[in-house]
């Protein structure tokens, strides 16, 4: 507890030390001030109370000033252990604390009666001003008129009181147990911390644990802030020991590391080698470029994992959901794009629009995880186009405006439309994704259940044999989770530049995808690569990258655009949408040959074949297309496949 055995001769030579003169808010640094013999701590804001108050009346008294009342105490490097808001109890409450935590949501700046002035209704006489609590009860002394204790009505005079600025914000745990949402609690930010804090802030807040009770005698506790600090480290609640560098060191030096780090995600799960490579250099991430100008270029790579149902797709980003130190999950199914973005929110307190934060500008610095992509509304899904690219979140409504960051990386996940992946149709004619969307992602693998005896065999005895190995306890991962935290928060401090070497490839890489003029990439994917490269640049702990790392990432990147094509080419054109203008060709061919008569399937693609460059698998699709949407008709139970123009 704090005990003030001198309180004018310590606390005045405490201010004096730290040079305060002049009325202002007073900074009390808890390391300085507890060197003092007459001054002594325990964990309790209302001792801190008499403290911060016994230090205005001496610096009044320094100053010359008579009425210090309505000046701020901020109370520094107070040494307590960050505290989970989940972890608060009844028995917190008077106590001062340290929480690690994010801004969820920010109300505006109102003005909080601290010294209440009332006056005699009768012969309007003033009445001594004594300071308030949220209960605002008034003494019984300031009940009665100075003048004539006879005169009992009294009226509150707004002119009269000391008042302070304050903000209402609502903060929740940085991190949340698994399946549950993050615990979240009110607190109130006082003087100079008003207006500085936007949804998605994580900051450091020493509180006091004060509390509530409204009209059905419910009591609720809340944090009144004695200061407030922006921009805590992201990865802030992992904490890396020297020996936890030492072995991360190690495991970097390893020459499977790769290997060992994609098969500690989820080893229940049998194969997918190259999706969970692509996972492991997700997580790790690039480098993000920030340009003279304020211009920036994103390090964080986007992973989209499109295929049939029982793949195993939710149990791959949920695994990586409890691997990432900091990462927010939402199901496209039950998401809203005001929930995956911002949302405006009527304060309860007056009614008045405040700015909610939603899942990707609280997985600010970390990465959000969405399952079912495909099923959330079009109009939800455009809020991504910003989000993904710009990492930024431009918020007009209700009268706000304000941009908010979203600077992480998106792993998604989408079943096909019709349930079913088809081989003879595009991937983009199968999956309710807009290619404007789908070219933001770095990698798009899709996973298709084809039936394979040697590969059955094999994932039947993976399963079979990992229940048995999980009762028994004996699955074990190549490197534990916590281990693998530690790597990815250490790892993240290295800045890898791209060499020469690495770039020439990247280069030359670019300009042979770019070879076909009716399908190839984009800037965009290139830019995905030089992040992919970063990445595995991170993982080996390296300043800079090598060939091996680029000649990597363009491996991985091949992998993953010869399974989205359903074939064993580079046919980008599916996912971009640059074969539209092949597919209207088609089809233009299409209605003049069959605008009059029928002709078999097998006659129509060798005379739209003859003399043009488009292949088998071409016309199938465009001539499926046109089934699927009415306009041709294919009777399929004669000899051969005959087609028909509708008319």
Not at 117 to 137: N, W
Not at 407 to 412: F, G, N, P, R, W
Not at 583 to 588: G, M, W
Request: with cysteine; hydrophobic share 35%.
């Amino acid at each position: 507890m704090l005990e003030v055995v001198d309180p004018p001769l310590d606390i005045q030579k405490y201010l004096t030390l730290q040079g305060y003169k002049e009325p202002q808010d007073l900074i009390i640094d808890y390391p300085e001030a507890i060197k003092f013999d007459g001054v002594k701590y325990e964990l309790d804001s209302k001792t801190f109370e008499v403290f911060a108050d016994d230090c205005l009346r001496e610096l009044r008294g320094l100053s010359g000033k008579m009425d210090l009342r309505p000046y701020n105490v901020t109370l520094i490097n107070y040494p307590a252990k960050p505290r989970q808001i989940k972890t608060l109890r009844n028995a917190d409450i008077g106590k001062l604390i340290n929480v690690d935590c994010v801004v969820r949501k920010v109300s505006e700046i109102r003005q909080e009666i601290i010294w209440a002035g009332y006056r005699c209704a009768e012969c309007d006489s003033p009445i001594q001003l004594f300071k308030v609590d949220k209960t605002m009860r008034i003494p019984p002394w300031a009940r009665r008129c100075p003048q004539d204790e006879n005169h009992k009505k009294i009226y509150l005079d707004p002119e009269r009181c000391l008042y302070r600025d304050i903000q209402y914000v609502t903060i929740q745990d940085l991190t949340a147990e698994h399946g549950r949402q993050p615990r979240s609690i009110n607190a109130v930010v006082p003087g100079i911390f008003c207006d500085k804090l936007t949804p998605g802030n994580r900051c450091k807040i020493t509180a006091k644990v004060k509390v509530e009770v409204d009209k059905d005698n419910i009591a609720c506790i809340y944090l009144e802030c004695c200061n407030v600090e922006k921009a805590v480290d992201d990865y802030c609640d992992i904490v890396v020991t020297p020996e936890d560098i030492e072995e991360i060191t190690k495991l970097a030096a390893r020459e499977d590391i790769f290997k060992a780090l994609s098969e500690s995600i989820n080893p229940s799960i049998y194969g997918y080698d190259s999706i969970k490579l692509a996972l492991v250099l997700q997580m790790f991430g690039g480098v993000t470029c920030t340009f003279d100008d304020g211009s920036k270029q994103r390090g964080d790579s986007h992973v989209l994992l499109c295929g049939d149902p029982s793949m195993a797709k939710s149990q791959l980003i949920r695994s990586v959901y409890n691997i990432v130190p900091r990462g927010v999950y939402a199901s496209g199914r039950s998401t809203s794009g005001a929930g995956l973005t911002a949302a405006a929110i009527k304060d309860e307190l007056d009614g008045k629009w405040t700015l909610e934060a939603g899942a990707m500008v609280l997985a600010n610095g970390g990465m959000c995880i969405i399952d079912e992509l495909d099923k959330m509304r079009e109009e939800d899904r455009s809020a991504l186009h910003e989000a993904m690219e710009s990492q930024t979140i431009s918020f007009n409504k209700a009268g706000i405006s304000e941009k908010l960051e979203t600077v992480c990386s998106v792993l998604a996940a989408a079943n096909p439309i019709d349930g079913k992946f088809i081989p003879e149709q595009d991937i983009i004619k199968q999956i309710d994704l807009p290619p404007s969307l789908m070219s933001r992602f770095d990698l798009i693998f899709s996973m298709i259940d084809v039936p394979n005896n040697d590969i059955d065999d094999s994932v039947a005895q993976h399963v079979l044999q990992t229940r048995a190995k999980a009762t028994s306890g004996e699955i074990v991962r190549p490197i534990s989770i916590d281990m693998m935290r530690k790597y990815v928060t250490y790892a993240k401090t290295i800045n890898p530049i791209i060499t020469k070497e690495s770039q020439d490839y990247l280069r030359s890489m670019y300009k042979s995808f770019r070879a076909n003029k009716e399908s190839y990439i984009t800037v965009r994917q290139l830019e995905a690569l030089e992040r992919l490269t970063e990445s595995a640049a991170r993982i080996k702990l390296r300043s800079e990258t090598t060939l091996e790392d680029a000649k990597m990432a363009v491996q991985l990147f091949k992998m993953a655009m010869k399974s989205v094509t359903l074939s064993d080419t580079m046919d980008v054109s599916c996912i971009y949408g640059t074969s539209t203008v092949r597919q209207t060709n088609i089809e233009k061919r299409l209605y003049e040959l069959l605008k009059d008569s029928p002709w078999e399937l097998r006659l129509i693609r060798n005379e739209i074949m003859r003399g043009t460059d488009f292949s088998e698998k071409e016309i199938n699709q465009c001539v499926f297309a046109l089934e699927k949407n009415g306009k041709l008709n294919i009777d399929r139970e004669q000899t051969s496949i005959v087609v028909s123009w509708k008319v």
